[in-house]
């Protein structure tokens, strides 16, 4: 098992950045690729940004492709996703997930672990 746990979220004005945090716990991700993904209110699920298990390989939704940046620190366990220039279409519930594959997937089902997710919240 794999427990993940979310944290950076808030409520910021449009135009500033936020840094998520992604803490795995139970086992070590760093054979597995971590995906972010996003829920706004009344909308499905949308895929963010993912990464590869070494991180030397990563893809991005268009909607957020030159604002924000995934990484990884396997000696910490952590997946980080950088979020510049928010817009107010930002808004949702921002989940971390981890897949059992090494590779990035944009696809939710190829990942078998999500956290609780965290709240961030753009102004106009």
């Known amino acids: 098992q794999v427990q993940l746990g979310e944290s950076g979220g808030g409520l910021v004005q449009a135009g500033a950045s936020l840094r998520l945090s992604c803490v795995a716990s139970?086992?070590?991700?760093?054979?597995?690729?971590m995906g972010w993904f996003r829920q706004a209110p009344g909308k499905e699920r949308e895929f963010v940004a993912a990464?590869?298990?070494?991180?030397?390989?990563?893809t991005y939704a268009d909607s957020v492709k030159g604002r924000f940046t995934i990484s990884r620190d396997n000696a910490k366990n952590t997946v980080y996703l950088q979020m510049n220039s928010l817009k107010p279409e930002d808004t949702a519930v921002y989940y971390c997930a981890a897949s059992p594959y090494s590779n990035v997937h944009s696809n939710q089902n190829r990942y078998d672990f999500w956290g609780q997710g965290t709240q961030v919240t753009v102004s106009s």
């Open positions: 139970g086992r070590t991700i760093s054979n597995r690729g």
């Open positions: 990464i590869s298990f070494s991180g030397s390989s990563t």
